[in-house]
DNA sequence: GTCTATACAGTTATCGCTAAAGAAAGGCCG
DNA sequence: CGGCCTTTCTTTAGCGATAACTGTATAGAC
């Protein structure tokens, strides 16, 4: 900028104001000053420019497994939106822990993101991380898991409402020993669960205590919890499961045991991952349109982040839609 | 720091040393320092530090698809190594077009990342790319992919090998009429298929030129492939995928014509993702340690970015490994 | 008693850019 | 013609840190 400043004769303030097509500067002399810029090769300085103004122009997306292809997909989403705008997005991974979650958070913080989208693995919203990021002021949105109690923006789907329409679908195939392999005690796993209950209620059916297993997130929990179910009497007819890994990885201990799904043992699980299409028996599931979740969740960010005053808590949710393959197919 | 500095009566320059651990501060006033400061909640401001330094202490990671689990696997050895350095990540997708690639790398120069590691989509080493990388000294290293003529840092697996890995295994199991989904035109695909004629040459085996059909990294694209192989007469009894997608998509247009895998047709693919396991047949492939890949890729990076002059470029061959599972297990 | 080395702290000048206020030149008005 | 806008550009002061010097003591050497 100085060089441009110096070569045309003018102030280095004229330069900037005409880089940043502010309003001082009259036509004749923009043209002139972007014209050299372009022949010096002038890269404006980010570094400079956000310590002037306060501002970085990077978002921090923190979610808990980049492996799991529903977060990546998230990921795209926020991508597409934020990338126009000129943000650069910055991935972090909780690796599904409250105090992974939590350093990394303060490591954003402290490289002074603009934003944030959270899929947060923390299970209570009165934890200290949601007071330092209402103390520093800087806007964020939930995503997928709502922590208890907390007012905050959110972008997801019900996940009652997922729970409802998975066990729902399985009584309509003709199910009366609906099990369910559930989540970790955070929103997404206690929504579910409580849906499918209420489905159960719904229909005047009941599932004793044992029906209801303990998975995790991933498919090893899933395969572990279906060998469980697999050895009470009477065995289930049919299983939700939390997930769609954890019902690849159900699918694969019914089989191992001889069982032929959907006819044994129909499973449906949750997020509708890519592959739900390629699996051993191709999955039937509840999709949560991820790259829409991500796209929203970003727009909503945008609106807060343009805003001086924080906007109160919106919660936005997408509604869940079931996609029927062979793995409950009944009927 | 400027409070910091005038509660203890000290110049600003006193805690800037002391913060930093420089050795012309006393113990003593460093302690006071470090302590004044946590009362404080002191945070340094990255952005200024950054301006004065000339470093960011951010690496870029410009990769094709996130949601391919190969290279998320592949973020996740990156990040495993940078994090504990205070280093941060910022992942660009190119989405496999070279054009994004340039662009999204042009970005992450601009925000003057210290260093990148890339898993290029350019098929052609000459590309302006790699001369503005060299022309603005930013260290970088290639991963998996490596264009041609390019005398770069690389690490990633000698992908004929994985080819001969793959062909000779088929050939082991039985096969003589082994067929080829290749994939793209850039390195990973060509040597795969180097490797693959190489395996049937040494083996006295020649498959006609219509047993090599072009597939791209997706598995849509291994069920079209596949789709035409299953129409050629006499049909393949083996078939070597590009990667586990393509294999995955294959293996699907197999069952669909209600043929066996292994028996009527055995199938190995190359990477093996993390769900290879829970696919229609569970598939045999070759194992490129991808997150290996990501942490040797931050080592090489790490050692080039503390190096005031570049060292010679440096190539690492990661050995491949044969994994087979039940895709592939005809004896 | 002078000189030099060492340990610690302070000054000054950026880093590259921007916000805010100031100034020059011209036009319009009564 | 003097006052008051407008338009266009310039000056002045940072943003929050650091690099590279420039001082002071104090201690020990000769």
Redesign the interface.
């Known amino acids: 900028m100085k060089d441009i400043a110096r070569d045309l004769g003018v102030s280095l303030m004229t330069v900037s104001k005409a880089l940043r097509n502010h309003s001082d500067i009259s036509e004749q002399t923009r043209k002139r000053v972007l014209k050299h810029a372009r022949q010096l090769g002038y ?6 420019r ?2 002037a103004t306060r501002r ?1 122009y990077v978002v921090g997306l923190v979610i808990p497994d ?2 799991h ?1 529903f977060f ?2 998230v ?2 989403g926020v ?1 597409r939106k934020f990338e126009p705008l000129g943000y ?4 972090s ?1 909780s690796e599904e822990k409250a105090e992974v979650e939590e350093r990394q958070i303060e ?1 954003l ?4 993101v603009d934003g944030l989208i959270v899929a947060s693995a923390q299970a209570n919203g009165r934890s200290g991380l949601f007071q330092t990021l209402r103390a520093r002021k800087v806007p964020f949105v939930l995503i997928d898991r709502l922590p208890a109690g907390l007012g905050a923006h959110y972008v997801g789907v019900n996940d009652e409402e997922i729970g409802v329409l998975a066990t729902e679908h399985l009584i309509e195939q003709g199910c009366r020993r609906i099990a369910h392999i559930r989540g970790p005690a955070i929103s997404t796993g206690i929504g579910r669960l409580r849906g499918y209950r209420r489905a159960q209620a719904k229909h005047g059916l009941k599932a004793p205590p044992e029906y209801v297993v303990s998975g995790r997130h991933d ?1 090893p929990s899933g395969y572990e919890a279906m060998r469980d179910l697999l050895r009470l009497n009477p065995r289930p007819d049919g299983v939700f499961c939390y997930n769609d ?1 954890v019902a ?2 159900a ?2 201990a019914v089989l191992e045991a001889g069982l032929n799904v959907p006819h044994d043992l129909a499973i449906i699980g949750a997020g509708n991952v ?2 739900s ?5 191709p999955l039937s599931t509840v999709d949560q349109s991820s790259s829409l979740i991500g796209e929203t969740a970003a727009d909503l960010l945008a609106q807060c982040m343009e805003a001086k005053t924080q906007p109160t808590p919106k919660r936005i949710w997408i509604p869940p839609r079931l996609v029927v393959r062979e793995s409950s197919r009944r009927i």
Do not use: C, F
């Open positions: 890269q404006p300085n980010w570094i400079a956000s310590l970085t980049l492996m292809s990546a997909e990921a795209k991508a650069q997005i910055v991935i991974n490591l913080l402290a490289r002074s498919d890994p690849a990885g699918i694969k890519h592959y299409d390629l699996l051993r028996v």
